[in-house]
């Protein structure tokens, strides 16, 4: 296993789209020593998503899971483990909900993001098997943001004010003065964790 060095922003290579693992590659040393290093990386970094072109690897691999740190303490927000392959996903709602969202390539900041709040999502794992799942709250995020990876786009791309965006320790300074009101404040404190 490996640690790999995260892509940040600014990085052409984040912005380049992935390509599908074919049937053939599903099992292969490759894919799952990427998956191994995924996980190691993310679980270093203490995210709780990585997809592979931010290791600079333009693949369709995406791994997800939550695992106790000091940036999650609590787990309220548990994700199951897995690894994510040509994940697909469509919207099964109209609604939309919005989250703080941080990303590993965008280190210490975070942006308020809408996204629907309930999709379809498909994908299949390093065993070949598939997976077609209604998912929703803080997962159907992750799964979201994760795919945004593979398709070049990052949160940054998303807002849409840009002023609900900044530095952590400033976004948080905000929320405890209550500037921003019970609202900020509220929305500062919800902060999810780099993904
Ligand atoms: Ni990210």
Redesign the pocket.
């Known amino acids: 296993m490996a640690i790999r060095k995260v892509l940040k922003l600014g990085d052409p290579l984040l912005r380049k789209p992935s390509k599908a693992v074919p049937a053939e590659e599903m099992r292969s040393q490759e894919i799952k020593k990427l998956i191994r290093d995924l996980y190691e990386t993310m679980e270093v970094e203490e995210g709780v998503?990585l997809?592979a072109p931010?290791v600079g690897i333009l693949k369709r691999v995406i791994v997800i899971g939550t695992v106790p740190n000091s940036r999650y303490p609590n787990q309220n927000d548990k994700i199951r483990q897995q690894a994510l392959i040509n994940l697909e996903i469509e919207p099964a709602t109209k609604d939309v909900e919005g989250s703080w969202e941080g990303?590993?390539?965008i280190p210490g900041m975070r942006g308020y993001i809408e996204r629907p709040r309930k999709i379809r999502a498909k994908w299949q794992n390093e065993n070949e098997e598939s997976f077609d799942e209604i998912i929703e709250g803080f997962e159907a995020v992750v799964f979201q943001?994760?795919l945004d990876?593979l398709n070049g786009i990052?949160?940054v791309d998303r807002l849409k004010d840009s002023k609900l965006f900044g530095f952590n320790e400033e976004l948080e300074r905000l929320a405890e003065d209550g500037k921003e009101g019970g609202k900020g404040k509220e929305r500062a404190s919800a902060s999810k964790q780099?993904?």
């Open positions: 998503g997809a931010q990303c590993l390539s943001h994760e990876h990052l949160y780099p993904q």
